[in-house]
């Protein structure tokens, strides 16, 4: 078992202008060069033939403020009710695919699927990023993006999570001190 998962809104849109936004918990990065994500989807799933339809999807991040509304979106149908309204969300325009994103994420990332793989009860998606939108408040003086600033939170067995305190960073374990040892 891997745990915990990012839990992530999926914006689409379908040939016809229609938009939706669905919940995923099986999502990940797969490549750093091209930049590449993947979402596993149920095709039974009223927003995966919007997938098909176009190639394109827009990945959401999820924060703590954003929990009710990634639940929600993972529960309820967009056949049945605009969950955009319901969840009091914004769309707005991407800049390289027709899905919207989600004003209040602070990070979206525009995806154009590469490839699909039908694997079982879930489809995965392998896409490219297009274009990545990060929310200035977010960012710091040196234009680095903090996440850990919008409270992240990650799903695990049915339960969310908020992200807990930093306890190192990547190459912690074999920097050298002032002095040249470990």
């Known amino acids: 078992m891997l745990y915990p998962l990012p839990a992530v809104l999926v914006s689409v849109a379908d040939l016809a202008g229609n938009t939706n936004l669905f919940t995923v918990a099986w999502a990940g990065t ?11 989807v149920r095709p039974s799933r009223f927003s995966y ?14 924060t703590k403020d954003l929990c009710f509304a990634t639940d929600y979106c993972g529960v309820r ?4 009710e605009n969950k955009w309204e319901k969840c009091g969300l914004t769309p707005l325009p991407g800049k390289e695919v027709k899905a919207p994103i989600i ?3 602070p990070m ?5 699927v590469t490839e699909k793989r039908e694997l079982g009860s879930h489809t995965m998606f ?16 040196k ?12 799903y695990s067995h049915g ?10 960073k990547f190459g912690y374990s074999v920097k050298k001190d002032v002095k040249g040892k470990k």
């Open 143 to 154: 234009g680095t993006f903090h996440l850990e600033w919008a409270d992240p939170i990650v």
């Open 126 to 141: 392998i896409a490219k990023v297009e274009c990545v939108h990060a929310d200035d408040k977010y960012m710091d003086e």
């Open 159 to 168: 339960q969310y999570y908020a992200l807990g305190e930093r306890i190192g």
């Open 108 to 112: 979206s990332l525009e995806c154009r």
């Open 103 to 105: 004003k209040e994420s």
């Open 49 to 62: 033939h919007m997938i098909e339809e176009t190639g394109e999807f827009v990945l959401n991040l999820t």
């Open 77 to 80: 149908s967009g056949a049945k």
């Open 30 to 40: 797969v490549c750093s060069d091209p930049v590449m994500v993947s979402i596993s």
